[in-house]
């Protein structure tokens, strides 16, 4: 069993930065893949970005150029950096967890919000 616990939400004005953290704690070896999904009011949760246990990382064309996925494997954390925000990335970020590649996440934390101001 794998725990989840995001931090780093808040409220910032358009062009601002936030950095959000994602901390695993319980059977962390299972973890193959790690990301950041999103959902704002009204629509479905979407994938923003995500980081394999190998390094590869991969993002939605939304964010390309301005949120950057990172890990700090002696901390056990997962970071999105979001830079350049826009009023349009506002939502609830979940951070999420998957014990295989092709799999679905499977372990969820449990959210923190980002509002962006205009």
């Known amino acids: 069993q794998v725990q989840l616990v995001e931090s780093g939400g808040g409220l910032v004005q358009a062009g601002g930065s936030l950095r959000l953290s994602c901390a695993a704690s319980?059977?962390?070896?299972?973890?193959?893949?790690m990301g950041w999904y999103r959902q704002a009011p009204g629509r479905r949760r979407e994938l923003v970005a995500a980081i394999t246990s190998g390094g590869s990382t991969n993002y939605a064309d939304s964010v390309k150029g301005r949120f950057t996925i990172s890990r700090d494997n002696a901390k056990n954390t997962v970071y999105l950096q979001m830079n350049s925000l826009k009023p349009e990335d506002t939502a609830v970020y979940y951070c999420?967890?998957?014990?295989?590649?092709?799999?679905?996440?499977?372990?969820w934390g449990q959210g923190t919000q980002v509002t962006v101001s205009s």
């Open positions: 319980g059977s962390i070896f299972s973890i193959n893949a």
């Open positions: 999420a967890a998957k014990s295989q590649v092709a799999g679905p996440y499977d372990c």
